[in-house]
């Protein structure tokens, strides 16, 4: 009688439950992030859904940036749209001409009561997804920017410093080889890097109207000779192996980790990666200036992802979407996926707690993609970009780019070539939102 009694209590307790979590709003959110830096975003989620019990967040992993968004695009025409989804920077202008898709996350959280105060996050990070008049489109989530990572240990022993220029880098990059390194120096996603940032980083155009913030009506116009001419002398550099090209995305991080390159250009987002593969000592910098172009470097500017919330929900389930940014975008939680991965912290007092914390001051170097991005007041060519069809576009640069790698054609060519398909998908694009 007594078994059976606790029996009936815990099958009815186990309704109850049940019971609790059923009513619970259910919030999905749809990322990116494999790997590492999956377990981090279950984490938050997980951590959140502990704090209170009217909400639960359901991260899913949906694939690469691409397939992420293509797989949002296609859900949102089924009506199966999750809550929300991360979208990679290049994205941006696709995702604002989806009218009536998206629930741009400042009305939302208005709408939902939730507090927002728009100026304690980065200016450099917030001004990319904002509108003309301020408004923030979607919530910063991982924002990185390019810097240059060295093998501080490889660079000691060939009696190289650390560089600051570019004619730094192909002189440290011969003294690496010279002294039995397999290659000088790599890159990662060229086009943010070489083109995108380098434009901004020297306070050159990458296109008309603003680089795309002023009108869907851009032209590019990176072909100019002073990239060109930065990336014949790179080309040039691959005969003698100052540098190797190693592929599209992050397929050349082993170039680096496992010491065949003493240097390599790519997101400060490789911090958690590099911390954990490397068996050397490691730093980053600055990116290099190119003195032909400029005396000064101007700023740099992000890339990675932010979180776009999508129409054709409940009211109460947006309220508790924003109940979540809200968290996410709070100090503790910002300064710990910053610290853990790389990612800059989205907002000051993130930051500020970093520094508090020691981080800094225990890991040298690691405020290095913070301080590119706040190095100078943005200007309209170093604010962002904000072109259309981007994702095809930036695979376009890639091709004409390996073909220059391959000795195919001329840096010229190549960005003549890229400029020229480019701007047919502009226009491909722009007919599209009118």
Not at 110 to 135: C, N
Not at 178 to 189: E, K, P, T
Not at 299 to 311: D, K, P, R, V
Request: with cysteine.
């Amino acid at each position: 009688m007594m078994i059976a009694r606790m029996l009936l209590a815990g099958t009815a307790a186990l309704a109850v439950t049940a019971s609790a979590a059923a009513a619970q709003v259910e919030i999905n959110w749809w990322h990116a992030m494999g790997g590492t830096n999956g377990e981090r975003v279950n984490k938050i989620a997980a951590d959140f859904n502990a704090s209170q019990d009217e909400y639960v967040v359901v991260p899913t992993y949906k694939g690469n940036y691409t397939e992420t968004m293509t797989a949002a695009v296609a859900a949102f025409r089924a009506g199966e749209q999750p809550h929300l989804v991360q979208v990679f920077e290049v994205g941006t202008a696709t995702m604002m001409a989806a009218k009536g898709a998206i629930y741009p996350v400042e009305q939302m959280m208005a709408d939902a009561g939730e507090p927002f105060d728009g100026s304690a996050y980065l200016p450099a990070v917030v001004s990319y997804y904002q509108t003309p008049e301020g408004e923030l489109l979607s919530m910063p989530f991982n924002s990185s920017t390019p810097v240059l990572w060295y093998n501080a240990d490889a660079l000691e022993a060939a009696g190289a410093d650390v560089p600051k220029t570019w004619d730094d880098v192909k002189m440290a990059a011969q003294k690496l080889v010279d002294n039995g390194m397999a290659c000088g120096f790599s890159f990662g996603w060229q086009s943010w890097v070489m083109i995108e940032n380098f434009s901004a980083w020297h306070d050159m155009p990458m296109g008309t109207k603003e680089n795309g913030f002023a009108g869907y009506d851009t032209e590019f116009t990176f072909n100019n000779e002073k990239l060109a001419a930065r990336l014949q002398d790179i080309a040039d550099m691959q005969e003698g192996k100052l540098f190797v090209y190693g592929g599209r995305r992050g397929d050349s991080l082993p170039l680096f980790t496992n010491g065949e390159c003493g240097m390599w250009m790519n997101s400060s987002a490789y911090y958690g990666s590099i911390k954990s593969q490397a068996e050397f000592e490691f730093g980053q910098t600055m990116l290099p200036l190119d003195t032909a172009i400029a005396d000064e470097p101007q700023n740099s500017i992000i890339g990675g992802a932010t979180l776009w919330a999508l129409q054709g929900h409940e009211a109460e389930e947006y309220k508790g979407l924003a109940k979540f940014l809200s968290y996410l975008s709070s100090p503790e939680v910002q300064a710990w996926w910053h610290q853990e991965t790389g990612y800059v912290p989205i907002t000051t007092a993130a930051y500020e707690l970093s520094q508090s914390q020691g981080f800094y001051d225990s890991n040298p170097g690691t405020d290095t993609a913070i301080k590119q991005l706040s190095l100078n007041t943005p200007t309209p060519n170093s604010r962002g970009l904000r072109f259309g069809n981007f994702v095809q576009i930036r695979d376009v640069i890639n091709e004409e780019l390996e073909a220059l790698w391959a000795g195919d054609i001329t840096a010229q060519q190549a960005l003549d070539n890229a400029v020229e398909r480019g701007n047919a998908l502009l226009r491909k694009f722009e007919r599209t939102v009118k």
